[in-house]
Every structure is written in structure tokens, then in C-alpha cells.
């Protein structure tokens, strides 16, 4: 049987207000009232309707998280992180996939705004002018995770893509490499794209190195398909590269496939270093030696900033996360 609060008013001799501010810790009555509330409670076994919870404290208790691509182990991390946070605070998460697409996102932003959600994290997309007028008129707080807008006003936690993409070219010059070829993501993705190349051309740069043309190939994304005819497009254009600096763990995996469909080792014949640390960079053979979002601790560092704003209503500053370079075993050190 399903008991409501006016079972506990009836059982325990009390008005349904008394029962509700006791429920909700709002004070105005004695001890021995609360004590003989929360006994019928624990008796019925009764569990306060969340929805009308809400519509007392104003508060859903749960916070709204849109991926473009929600089974990604990019995704899974970031998730595991922003769920870590939340279930500290007791509360929850409703995870959106809105694959990228502008429709489909507005979808779930209106529907996120139906449930009353206290807040949102909005997870490596472009923020357009549609997506920033709706989250505007919902008032609540958002943070940006693994991206960020110039344009408009919102915190961001990320790393710092054009510095990242250099450690990891640097990384390759330390061992030796001179000739080094660049797989990008999409250029025109002005959060990923054109950052992680800035990066890689600046790191060139400072060893006096000049990159042409024929040794970046441009890429329409950051995935395993990306690399694999990447790869071959870049040993056609500058076949006496030694090593590839790959703008994702995924293009990165793709090249090494290449390289082994074409007859190449890795490391032995031709280095790859990737972006992301994700668990499939461990997996690889040989094992990929990749520069590190540390994905977790920016979920939850998002989460927390979120949480903040939700509690004290201001705002909160960006953060940018520390990367590190992953060494493993995909990069071979020349003399």
C-alpha cells in the first residue's frame, strides 16, 4: 500500500503543513511532534513524492547533463565524475544525448526545463545564439564542460587545448623526432580544432622547425575512421615523417590500424601520440602514448562549480585542468 502525507497527518494526530515542514526541516514545531512524525514515517515505510517535494522547496534535486555523444568512453568519464558530485549532494542526473544536432538539443532543453531541473552542464559543443536564449530564460545556472564560449558569459572547465596539443608535440621533439606529421580534427571547430593545430605549429615553431602544408592532414572529426584514412593520406604528402602527433585517442588508434594495414610498426618505423587518455588508449597494441584530459575530475570539478552556483546563486570562475603526458609504448626515441 502507497501511504500519502495525510495518512502521517491522520496517524499522527498533526496537521498535513506540520507534516511537510518536518519533512522538509522547515522548523515550527516541538520536538516530541517531530520525533513521533519521523517514527509514522519510518512505520509506513512512506516516501515523499519528489515532484511535489519540488514544488515546495523549489528545487528538483537534479541537474541536467547534454553530451553529443552520450556512449563514448569520453562521455562515460566525464559521467562518472558529475555523478561522483551529485550523489554526494543527493542528487541526481538526467543524461541527455543530443548527437550533435541542433534540434534535437533545443528538444532537450525544453524538456529539461518541464522537470524543473536545478541546473545544467552542457558537454563539448558549440554554444550557438538558440541553445544561450533558451538557457537564459530557463534562469538557472550552467557550466560548460570541455568547451567554451567567447561570446557569451558562461564558466567553463576544461584543459587548455593549444597548450596540450603543444606538450604533446613537445613531447615528440624531446625524443628525437624533427619530422612530424599532425592528423587534426575538423579546423573549423574553434574549441578542439583549430587550438590543438595552433598548438602543434607553435611547438614546431620553437625548435625552429617550419611546418608546411604536406604535413598537416585535416580531418572532418576526431575518430577512429579519421584516422584510419588519415594516415595514409598524410605518408602520401610526407612520407619521411617519423612520428604523428593524432588529434584524439580515437584518430590516433585509426592511424595505428593504417600504419599496420600499410606494413608499418609502431613504434619502430613510425611514432603516434594521442589526445585524451581514454581507456581504449591502454588497450591499443603497442599501448598509446597520448596527452591526458583528466575526463573524471573535469566532470567533477564542473559538478561542483554547478552545485555552488545552485546554492549561492552567483557566479564562479573557469577553470582550466592540468594535462599530463601518458607515456607508454607508442613512441619510439631517436638518436
Known amino acids: 500500500m502507497s501511504y500519502t502525507i495525510k495518512d502521517i497527518a491522520r496517524i499522527t494526530n498533526v496537521s498535513t503543513a506540520t507534516v511537510s515542514r518536518v519533512i522538509n526541516g522547515q522548523g515550527g514545531y516541538s520536538k516530541a511532534t517531530e520525533e513521533k512524525v ?36 569520453f ?12 550523489h554526494l549532494l543527493d542528487s541526481s542526473v538526467i543524461v541527455c544525448n543530443t548527437a550533435s544536432h541542433g534540434q534535437r538539443t ?18 563539448s559543443e558549440v554554444m550557438t545564439e538558440e541553445y544561450y536564449r533558451k538557457l537564459e530564460s530557463m534562469k538557472i545556472p550552467v557550466v560548460l564542460i570541455s568547451t567554451e564560449s567567447y561570446q557569451y558569459p558562461l564558466p567553463f572547465v576544461k584543459v587548455d587545448d593549444r597548450h596540450a596539443a603543444f606538450t604533446a608535440t613537445d613531447y615528440l621533439l624531446k625524443m628525437g623526432h624533427r619530422k612530424i606529421g599532425m592528423i587534426s580534427g575538423n579546423k573549423e571547430d574553434a574549441i578542439a580544432g ?18 608546411q602544408d604536406a604535413n598537416i592532414v585535416y580531418s572532418h572529426g576526431f575518430s577512429f575512421h579519421d584516422g584510419l584514412i588519415g594516415l595514409p593520406k598524410l605518408l602520401a604528402q610526407a612520407p619521411d615523417i617519423t612520428a ?21 610498426k609502431v613504434p619502430e618505423d613510425l611514432s603516434i601520440i ?62
Not at 562521455?75 to 551529485?86: H, Q, T
Open 274 to 335: 594521442g589526445f585524451d587518455d581514454l581507456p581504449m588508449a591502454e588497450m591499443s597494441i603497442p599501448p598509446l602514448t597520448t596527452v591526458a584530459q583528466p575526463l573524471e575530475e573535469m566532470g567533477r570539478v564542473a559538478a561542483e562549480l554547478l552545485f555552488s552556483m545552485m546554492k549561492d546563486g552567483g557566479k564562479t570562475e573557469s577553470r582550466i585542468i592540468p594535462h599530463y603526458v601518458a607515456e607508454r609504448e607508442s613512441v619510439k626515441k631517436i638518436l
Open 244 to 264: 604523428v602527433f593524432a588529434a584524439s585517442d580515437a584518430v590516433a588508434l585509426g592511424a595505428i590500424s593504417a600504419a599496420y594495414k600499410l606494413g608499418i
Open 38 to 73: 519521523l517514527h509514522a514515517i519510518e512505520e509506513l515505510g512512506y516516501r515523499p513524492n519528489a515532484f511535489a517535494r519540488g514544488l515546495i522547496s523549489k528545487k528538483s534535486d537534479t541537474v541536467g547533463l547534454l553530451f553529443p555523444e552520450v556512449s563514448s568512453q
Open 194 to 211: 583549430q587550438p590543438r593545430i595552433d598548438g602543434f605549429i607553435q611547438a614546431m615553431n620553437n625548435k625552429g622547425l617550419t611546418v
Open 106 to 123: 533545443m528538444k532537450y532543453l525544453q524538456l529539461l526545463a518541464e522537470k524543473r531541473v536545478d541546473g545544467i552542464l552542457f558537454v
Open 75 to 86: 562521455s562515460s568519464k566525464i559521467l562518472r565524475g558529475v555523478e561522483d558530485a551529485a
